[in-house]
């Protein structure tokens, strides 16, 4: 380490914090670590003696004996669940640190809550970096993408550390800073959102696929292969393609058919669509993500809908083209989407986030990286009307070449009674942006009508009413 980089510390040995402390120790940085619970100490260790990785760690019994025990400048990421933990831990650092230390918070963190902590470590005299990271275990482990937020100068400090452990892509590191304060969770925020997104969009398809045309799951993952080689190359579509494949150890069964069809959520999508709401944005992809995965827990209640409201459903015959196509078009949307929050969320916030840069580092590492995502770096840093993703002039072709599979597929699996609701999003979505004379006209003379709310007339004159005001 050289003298003007700060001692790393690294407290919480989970999953992800194991992970990402042995990358560090593998790009050959020393870090002292911590966890809450000691047993957890004591298998990191073990772990990274079995990897060769020891020599350089230093582990303590608590954050407090950490801290104390590191030579300043300190820079302590932390590796604990989002919430109330993170705040402990802030607190317990708070009179252990002092000028020139960091912490840094390397969970998936409300980006709300991340703007207070830097307020309130800042006023303590210290340095606050928000961070999110991605890229599951495997990630973390062997490159994960970094989303950091903060004081330029504080990203800078702990620059050679993060561009080491990330994820690369072209030798280039998917670690950026995006911004001060929350950026960083923010954008991480969104990549989650798009994250559930694609995901409900894939189960969406594989849905079609299954239920619709009778195929079996190891067929419809050699289809998710295939695709994985082509437009739709992507993490989430390489790992269905395998999943699919799969066969459960217990009864030899495809691993899916085992499987409790209730998702689980932390959190980070639902901020997403409250963040998007709260910015008078559309998210509907998302939004669809985040709906399905609550309708999934409600297990009880479908089931007993599939005997109550006793949907007919009728086979449905789609090509792998189309398939393909629509799954393309309803990602485009959701990444489209999701940049366009990031837009909103910057210009509120002031921010001044470059989704060039944003698309930049989550070519690689990350759990939405995917080959549509070099374009989308293209497509930002070149004509882009309005500012849309959508309008640049790339997608605008591969739009008009995929959008009619979307509708296709969206039709006939909405005749066929299998629920769609991303897609179905994405289709509105772009219909509508695709519309200059909307509705709303109508709207208006509603919100006119009932409570005296005046419109705007096309010829300019605002504040009018319709004659049933008289
Ligand atoms: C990542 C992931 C990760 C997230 C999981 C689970 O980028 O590595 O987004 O941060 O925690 O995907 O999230 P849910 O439990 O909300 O599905």
Same mark, same amino acid.
């Given at each position: 380490?050289?003298?003007? %980089?700060?001692?790393?510390?690294?407290?919480?040995?989970?999953?992800?914090?194991? @992970?990402?402390?042995?990358?560090?120790?593998?790009?050959?940085?020393?870090?002292?670590?911590?966890?809450?619970?000691?047993?957890?100490?004591?298998?990191?260790? !073990?772990?990274? *003696?079995?990897?060769?990785?020891?020599?350089?760690?230093?582990?303590?019994?608590?954050?407090?004996?950490?801290?104390?025990?590191?030579?300043?400048?300190?820079?302590? +990421?932390?590796?604990? *669940?989002?919430?109330?933990?993170?705040?402990?831990?802030?607190?317990?650092?708070?009179?252990?640190?002092?000028?020139?230390?960091?912490?840094?918070?390397?969970?998936?963190?409300?980006?709300?809550?991340?703007?207070?902590?830097?307020?309130?470590?800042?006023?303590?005299?210290?340095?606050?970096?928000?961070?999110?990271?991605?890229?599951?275990?495997?990630?973390?482990?062997?490159?994960?993408?970094?989303?950091? =937020?903060?004081?330029?100068?504080?990203?800078?400090? +702990?620059?050679?550390?993060?561009?080491?452990? #990330?994820?690369?892509?072209?030798?280039?590191?998917?670690?950026?800073?995006?911004?001060?304060?929350?950026?960083?969770?923010?954008?991480?925020?969104?990549?989650?959102?798009?994250?559930?997104?694609?995901?409900?969009?894939?189960?969406?398809?594989?849905?079609?696929?299954?239920?619709?045309?009778?195929?079996?799951?190891?067929?419809?993952?050699?289809?998710?292969?295939?695709?994985?080689?082509?437009? %739709?190359?992507?993490?989430?579509?390489?790992?269905?393609?395998?999943?699919?494949?799969?066969?459960?150890?217990?009864?030899?069964?495809?691993?899916?058919?085992?499987?409790?069809?209730?998702?689980?959520?932390?959190?980070?999508?639902?901020?997403?669509?409250?963040?998007?709401?709260?910015?008078?944005?559309? &998210?509907?992809?998302?939004?669809?993500?985040? =709906?399905?995965?609550? /309708?999934?827990?409600?297990?009880?209640?479908?089931?007993?809908?599939? !005997?109550?409201?006793?949907?007919?459903?009728?086979?449905? !015959?789609?090509?792998?083209?189309?398939?393909? =196509?629509?799954?393309?078009?309803?990602?485009?949307?959701?990444?489209?989407?999701? $940049?366009?929050?990031?837009?909103?969320?910057?210009?509120?916030?002031?921010?001044?986030?470059?989704?060039?840069?944003?698309?930049?580092?989550?070519?690689?590492?990350?759990?939405?990286?995917?080959?549509? %995502?070099?374009?989308?770096?293209?497509?930002?840093?070149?004509?882009?009307?309005?500012? *849309?993703?959508?309008?640049?002039? &790339? $997608?605008?072709?591969?739009?008009? @070449?995929?959008?009619?599979?979307?509708?296709?597929?969206?039709?006939?699996?909405?005749?066929?009674?299998?629920?769609?609701?991303?897609? #179905?999003?994405?289709?509105? /979505?772009?219909?509508?942006?695709?519309?200059?004379?909307?509705?709303?006209?109508?709207?208006? @003379?509603?919100?006119?009508? $009932?409570?005296?709310?005046?419109?705007?007339?096309?010829?300019?004159?605002?504040?009018?009413?319709?004659? /049933?005001?008289?």
């Amino acid at each position: 380490m050289t003298s003007t %980089l700060a001692h790393l510390g690294l407290y919480g040995l989970g999953t992800m914090g194991s @992970a990402l402390a042995l990358n560090i120790l593998e790009k050959g940085f020393a870090l002292h670590v911590s966890n809450r619970s000691p047993d957890r100490i004591a298998a990191f260790v !073990t772990e990274a *003696q079995a990897e060769g990785l020891a020599t350089k760690a230093v582990a303590h019994d608590s954050l407090a004996a950490m801290a104390g025990a590191m030579a300043a400048p300190r820079a302590i +990421i932390l590796m604990v *669940q989002a919430g109330a933990a993170v705040d402990e831990c802030i607190n317990a650092l708070i009179p252990l640190l002092s000028l020139g230390d960091t912490i840094i918070d390397a969970g998936n963190a409300d980006f709300h809550d991340t703007r207070a902590r830097t307020t309130r470590v800042e006023a303590a005299g210290l340095a606050y970096l928000g961070m999110g990271v991605s890229g599951g275990e495997e990630g973390a482990r062997h490159g994960p993408s970094i989303m950091a =937020g903060g004081t330029p100068a504080v990203f800078d400090g +702990i620059r050679p550390v993060l561009e080491a452990i #990330a994820a690369r892509f072209n030798d280039a590191p998917c670690a950026a800073h995006l911004g001060p304060d929350g950026a960083g969770h923010f954008v991480k925020t969104v990549h989650n959102g798009i994250e559930y997104a694609d995901m409900q969009m894939i189960a969406e398809i594989y849905g079609i696929m299954r239920r619709g045309m009778g195929m079996e799951p190891a067929d419809i993952g050699k289809v998710f292969e295939a695709w994985d080689k082509g437009a %739709l190359k992507s993490y989430l579509v390489e790992i269905t393609g395998i999943i699919l494949q799969a066969q459960d150890k217990v009864t030899g069964l495809p691993v899916v058919d085992v499987i409790m069809d209730s998702a689980g959520q932390k959190g980070t999508g639902r901020w997403t669509v409250i963040e998007a709401l709260a910015l008078g944005q559309s &998210a509907s992809v998302i939004e669809a993500g985040v =709906g399905a995965r609550g /309708w999934s827990s409600e297990k009880t209640a479908r089931t007993a809908g599939e !005997t109550i409201l006793a949907t007919p459903r009728k086979a449905l !015959t789609l090509t792998e083209a189309q398939l393909e =196509g629509a799954l393309l078009t309803a990602r485009i949307a959701a990444y489209a989407q999701g $940049f366009r929050l990031m837009a909103a969320a910057s210009a509120n916030y002031r921010w001044a986030l470059d989704n060039a840069r944003v698309a930049e580092i989550w070519r690689a590492g990350c759990i939405i990286r995917s080959a549509l %995502l070099d374009d989308i770096s293209a497509a930002f840093r070149g004509e882009m009307p309005e500012g *849309q993703l959508i309008f640049a002039p &790339a $997608f605008v072709a591969r739009l008009q @070449a995929n959008l009619p599979a979307l509708r296709q597929v969206v039709a006939a699996a909405i005749a066929g009674g299998y629920p769609v609701p991303a897609l #179905a999003g994405a289709v509105g /979505w772009l219909d509508t942006m695709a519309q200059a004379r909307g509705t709303a006209d109508l709207i208006q @003379a509603q919100r006119d009508f $009932f409570g005296r709310h005046g419109f705007e007339r096309l010829d300019g004159a605002k504040g009018q009413h319709g004659p /049933w005001a008289d």
